[in-house]
């Protein structure tokens, strides 16, 4: 309304300008079936054209959309209630919201429970934390994701677990599920080094080829080096490790970063096994 007529709330720019702010009007919108109340203002010439929910409206679709974005930003019921009454000028209720945010559920446990297709050639499966609201309370929370690539080369995620901590126990369970829903065999699992992990997969696919993560194995070895070289061993890391067109070449470039290696690390044993390079 304020830019509509150029000036705001009890402004003396208002006086005489030939319009002005002439209170609420009422509406009743209908959203999913449940009408709700709103009070859009007036202004005396009847000029102002309110543009989240326009005159003459009276279904509001999307309203739904607009609430589960909210939530999956992590704000609360009453944040959410909060919001809506600054922006719509509409109090919604608790049940409302509540409604509009279980009727996906069904969606989500469908997608959860969805078949698999039966082969995968490289399967990423890896854990992040994050923080989580649960009865008012932020806590860390493990989540857990098992990424595929199919037989056309694209991406698909097979699914979200979320615990409170990682293990290899919980990552059995993972897999077990994924072999439950129609996966057959997976050509490559590339992993962390978490304890435990490599077996759990072999007792499910036991033919399959454990990949450990270049990016923890390039962390976990820069904690041994000085932090004021850490940069530059990292990049002269991934240099090596990247892949190359033969073993004959992986092995020199692994025998040329034991040299490279020792100036970072001069107390560090470095050794290049020539086996199965």
């Known amino acids: 309304m304020d830019n509509h007529l150029g000036y705001s709330k009890h402004d003396p720019k208002g006086h005489n300008s030939g319009n002005s702010r002439n209170g609420k009007g009422k509406k009743t919108v209908v959203i999913d079936s449940e009408p709700v109340e709103l009070e859009p203002p007036r202004d005396r010439n009847g000029s102002f054209e309110p543009q989240l929910v326009p005159k003459r409206q009276k279904y509001f679709e999307g309203f739904n959309d607009k609430i589960l974005a909210m939530y999956a930003r992590g704000m609360s019921v009453r944040d959410i209630q909060a919001c809506l009454l600054d922006m719509y000028k509409v109090d919604v209720s608790e049940g409302l919201i509540s409604q509009a945010t279980e009727g996906i559920m069904e969606e989500v446990k469908a ?8 082969v995968y050639p490289i399967v990423f499966l890896d854990c992040i934390v994050v923080k989580s609201r649960e009865d008012g309370k932020v806590s860390n929370r493990s989540v857990y994701q098992a990424l595929g690539i199919n037989m056309e080369g694209q991406k698909e995620l097979l699914g979200i677990w979320i615990a409170q901590s990682e293990g290899a126990k919980f990552w059995l369970g993972v897999i077990t599920e994924l072999k439950n829903r129609g996966i057959r065999d997976t050509f490559i699992a590339c992993v962390d080094g978490l304890k435990g992990f490599p077996e759990a997969i072999e007792s499910v696919f036991p033919q399959t080829q454990i990949q450990l993560c270049i990016v923890h194995m390039i962390r976990n070895s820069v904690k041994y080096v ?6 530059s061993y990292a990049k002269t890391s991934r240099k090596y490790i990247h892949p190359l067109p033969n073993s004959r070449l992986k092995l020199n470039s692994m025998r040329s970063q034991k040299s490279g290696t020792a100036s970072i690390l001069p107390s560090a044993k470095c050794g290049v096994s020539t086996g199965n390079v």
């Open 111 to 118: 997608w959860q429970n969805r078949p698999l297709d039966s």
């Open 226 to 231: 000085n932090w004021k070289t850490a940069r």
